[in-house]
């Protein structure tokens, strides 16, 4: 079973993908959004379902580190339910506190660009999200 995760934001969103036995994630891609004009990547999303024949979306609850929701969060879970409605799949919360920050660290410790950071830090947040959920998983 494929399993898609995902790193919303108030401008992208990153997607990543499991392998089909939901061992380890692999980053797709990011996404383009638009939250003022109602532009939240569906279509893609959508391509992205079919595609890898996505099962279950894992999506980013960004906690605040005293364990509350804020803005972010909300909007997260708002999310959440909208894609739940729009592809009929069971899509789960899931904590992540720091996945931004974490790929940050590694692609600096990889010596990445701040150009190339800014393209694919949301997509490895995603993967980080995920894997951390199949981790849980095992």
Do not use: C, H
């Amino acid at each position: 079973m494929r399993i898609m995760g995902l790193d919303v934001g108030s401008k992208t969103v990153g997607v990543a993908v499991s392998d089909e036995m939901g061992w380890t994630a692999q980053g797709i891609e990011t996404i383009a959004i638009n939250e003022d004009k109602k532009r939240f990547g569906f279509e893609r999303i959508g391509e992205i379902i079919k595609e890898y024949k996505v099962e279950r979306i894992i999506v980013g609850l960004p906690k605040n580190m005293n364990n509350t929701i804020g803005p972010r969060g909300e909007a997260s879970k708002v999310f959440a339910q909208n894609l739940e409605e729009a592809f009929q799949l069971p899509v789960m919360l899931w904590d992540e506190r720091l996945s931004t920050m974490a790929a940050e660290r590694v692609l600096l410790e990889a010596d990445v660009s701040r150009k190339k950071r800014k393209k694919v830090i949301d997509k490895m947040a995603a993967m980080m999200i995920l894997q951390g959920y199949l981790d849980s998983q095992q």
